[in-house]
C-alpha cells in the first residue's frame, strides 16, 4: 500500500498498558531467534498458555478441518478423534492455573483451530495474532518482532519488563516505576512518520501536544487545551505548533467551548485537505467532507482517536486531567522532564523503512525521562491528592461509588470523563479513599497511589522497600493508624496467598515504624477491600490473628459501602462478617 496523508492513530489492541509489559516478557523467551512459522505458533502458544491472552472456545476450542475464505487452511490433524482431543485440551487450559498445561497442547489447538484473522506476510489464523499483539510494540520500540527477522527486545523494552517474569510480576507488590519509564522514553521519542506506518505525515506526536499547550499557555493564558480540540492536533501534518495553536485558538475564540462534534469535524477535515490554507480558520469544504467521510470517519476524528490519545499520553505521567475530565494540561510536578523532551524530541527525523535505525532510536533509554523509585513526594502532591478525595467525597453518592467499584472489579469502562483514564487498580483505590472520606469526613486519608497535579491517579500505590510500608491508602483517627487495602481480584487463591501475607507485612512495618518514630498511635489494622471473597479468606484472617496478632477485616465491596453510610468511627470496620468466620469441627 503506497504512503497517504492520513490523520494521526494509534493501535488499540493494546489498550489496557498492564498488558504491554505481559506480552514483552514472554517475548524475552525467544529473543534471538528468527521468527519463523514454528517459532510464530510457539510465541502465540506460550502467549496464551500463560493465559496473557484467553481465546474463547469458539475460537480455540473449536476443531476447524479446514477453511478457505480469507485464506486456506487445513487441520493439522485430520483424524476422526481431533475434535473430541480440541475439546478436551481446551477445557484442560481453560481450568487450569496459567503456565499450568503444557505447552504442546497449546501448539494442536493452534494448528487444529481458526481465527479468521490474516496480516500481509504472516499466515493466517494464530500466527496473524502475533503481528496485531505486537506490531504497535514496534512502533514504540520496545521490540523487534517482524517475519523471517531475529526476535529483538531494546534496552528500553528490557526496562519496561523489569519486574515481569513469564508474562506476570515477580512480585505481588511492586513498583511500576520501571513501566512509567518506559513509556515516557518511548512516547518522548514517537514519530508518527515512521517505518511501521504508511503515512505522508512528519509529526513528533508528543512534543507537538506540549508545545501547542504551551504557546496557548504563555501568548493567551489559557492552561490545557479542550479534549475537544485534540480532533485538530490529529489532523495536523507536521510539527509547526505555532500555526497549529493559533488556529486552535481562534476556533475557541469565534465559537467558544459549548461546540458541536459536527462542527469540529468540519473545521478538522479542512486541515486535511492540503489544497486549503492554514493560517486561516476556514470549514472543509462540502465536497472534500463528501469525498473524504468514509476514510475520515466522523466518530474516530471526533471521539475514539480523542479518547485512545489521552490514554496513551496518561502512561507518560506528563498529562493532567482538568476541568471534571475536560481539558488536559501539562502535569506542574513534571517540568523538568517536559522542559527536556521540548530541548531534544522536537526534530523530525526520516528513518524511510529502516527498521534497524529506527529500533536504535526507540529502544534506547534516556535517563532524564526516567522516574526514580526512591523520589520523596512534595507537600504540593500530597495535598492535590487530599483535596481531590475530598472533593470526590462532597460530590458524588453512595450509588456512583458503588457502580464504580463495581465496574473496576469486572474491569468495565467507566463513562466518567476521568474515572475512564484511570487504569482499574488506581481506579479502585481511588474510590476506595473516596468512600472511607466520605463515610468519616474528619478521617486523616494519605493515599498512596501516583497522582498528577491535580490529584488524579495515574498508578497504584508503589511497592514496600526504601522505608516505606507499601500500604495503598494510610488512615488515622486519634491513636488509630489502619490501612485500606483493595484488590480487583476475585480469585480465592491470589486473595488468600498473596494478598493477605503481603498486608500482614504491611501492618507490621507500620506498627514497628510508627513505635520506632515515637508517634502517637497504639491501634494498628486493616480494611481488606475485595469481590468474590471466599471463607477461606475467614480462615487465613483468623490464623494470621492467631499467629501474628496482625488485625484484617474483610469486606465485599457492596458490603462495605453500605456498613460506611453508618458509621461513626474507623473503628466501625473491625467486624468480621458471618459468611467470613473461621470453619470449625462440628460438636457432639
Not at 480469507?70 to 476422526?80: E, L, P, V
Request: proline share 3%; charged share 25%.
Amino acid at each position: 500500500m503506497a504512503e497517504r496523508r492520513k490523520p494521526i492513530s494509534f493501535d488499540t489492541t493494546l489498550r489496557n498498558p498492564s498488558r504491554i509489559p505481559q506480552f514483552i516478557s514472554i517475548l524475552s523467551q525467544f529473543e534471538g531467534k528468527i521468527l519463523d512459522d514454528k517459532v510464530a505458533l510457539e510465541l502465540e502458544g506460550e502467549i496464551i498458555r500463560q493465559k496473557i491472552f484467553e481465546p474463547t472456545k469458539s475460537t480455540l476450542g473449536t476443531y476447524t478441518k479446514s477453511y478457505n475464505t480469507k485464506f486456506k487452511f487445513y487441520a493439522y490433524d485430520q483424524s476422526a478423534k481431533a475434535s473430541r482431543k480440541v475439546d478436551e485440551y481446551y477445557h484442560q487450559w481453560e481450568k487450569s492455573e496459567a503456565g499450568e498445561i503444557e505447552l504442546d497442547k497449546i501448539i494442536y489447538l493452534l494448528k487444529n483451530t481458526i481465527t479468521a484473522h490474516k496480516e500481509k506476510g504472516w499466515n493466517g489464523g494464530w500466527e496473524s495474532r502475533i503481528h496485531t499483539q505486537f506490531n504497535f510494540l514496534n512502533e514504540l520500540g520496545f521490540v523487534q518482532v517482524i517475519k523471517g527477522n531475529e526476535i529483538k527486545i531494546s534496552p528500553n523494552g528490557k526496562l519496561m519488563i523489569t519486574s515481569y517474569i513469564n508474562g506476570h510480576p515477580k512480585k505481588d507488590v511492586f513498583d511500576e516505576c520501571f513501566e512509567q519509564s518506559a513509556f515516557l522514553n518511548a512516547f518522548a521519542k514517537y514519530q508518527i512518520n515512521n517505518p511501521y506506518r504508511k503515512n505522508t505525515i512528519k509529526v513528533n506526536f508528543f512534543p507537538l501536544v506540549l508545545n501547542v499547550i504551551n504557546y496557548l499557555d504563555e501568548n493567551y493564558g489559557r492552561p490545557g487545551i479542550s479534549i475537544q480540540d485534540l480532533p485538530f492536533i490529529i489532523t495536523w501534518g507536521n510539527d509547526d505548533y505555532k500555526t497549529l495553536a493559533e488556529y486552535i485558538y481562534l476556533f475557541r475564540h469565534q465559537f467558544g467551548y459549548n461546540t458541536s462534534d459536527e462542527l469540529i469535524y468540519e473545521y478538522a477535515m479542512n486541515l486535511m485537505d492540503d489544497s486549503s490554507p492554514k493560517n486561516t480558520l476556514t470549514p472543509a469544504s462540502k465536497s472534500f467532507i463528501d469525498s473524504k467521510k468514509k476514510d475520515y470517519k466522523f466518530r474516530k476524528i471526533t471521539r475514539e482517536t480523542p479518547d485512545e490519545v489521552i490514554r496513551k499520553l496518561r502512561l507518560t505521567m506528563l498529562i493532567s486531567l482538568r476541568g471534571a475530565g475536560r481539558f488536559i494540561d501539562i502535569n506542574k510536578n513534571e517540568q523538568e522532564k517536559i522542559q527536556h523532551i521540548l530541548r531534544n524530541y522536537d526534530l523530525n527525523r526520516d528513518f524511510a523503512r529502516n527498521y534497524d535505525e529506527y529500533f536504535d532510536f526507540m529502544g534506547n533509554i534516556d535517563e532524564a525521562l526516567c522516574f526514580n523509585q526512591n523520589v520523596i513526594e512534595t507537600q504540593d502532591a500530597k495535598d492535590a491528592k487530599e483535596k481531590a478525595i475530598e472533593a470526590w467525597a462532597k460530590e458524588n453518592n453512595w450509588e456512583f461509588l458503588k457502580n464504580e467499584m463495581i465496574n473496576s472489579i469486572e474491569k468495565r469502562a467507566s463513562s466518567n470523563l476521568i474515572l475512564k483514564y484511570i487504569k482499574e487498580t488506581a481506579r479502585l483505590e481511588f474510590l476506595c479513599a473516596i468512600a472511607i472520606k466520605k463515610a468519616l469526613p474528619k478521617l486523616k486519608v494519605i493515599a498512596n497511589y501516583k497522582a498528577d497535579d491535580q490529584g488524579i491517579p495515574f498508578n497504584t500505590a508503589s511497592g514496600g522497600g526504601n522505608n516505606l510500608v507499601g500500604a495503598d491508602i494510610d488512615v488515622f483517627e486519634g491513636n488509630i493508624h489502619a490501612i485500606l487495602e483493595p484488590t480487583i481480584s476475585k480469585s480465592r487463591s491470589f486473595q488468600v496467598e498473596h494478598e493477605l501475607p503481603s498486608i500482614r507485612n504491611h501492618v507490621l512495618s507500620m506498627a514497628n515504624i510508627d513505635l520506632k518514630n515515637n508517634e502517637c498511635y497504639r491501634e494498628w489494622f486493616c480494611i481488606f477491600i475485595a469481590s468474590n471473597i471466599s471463607r477461606d479468606v475467614g480462615d487465613q484472617v483468623a490464623l494470621i490473628k492467631h499467629i501474628n496478632d496482625v488485625d484484617i477485616y474483610p469486606w465485599d465491596i457492596v458490603d462495605f459501602i453500605q456498613h460506611s453510610q453508618k458509621v461513626t468511627s474507623i473503628k466501625d470496620y473491625k467486624v468480621i462478617s458471618d459468611y467470613l468466620k473461621p470453619q470449625k469441627m462440628p460438636t457432639f
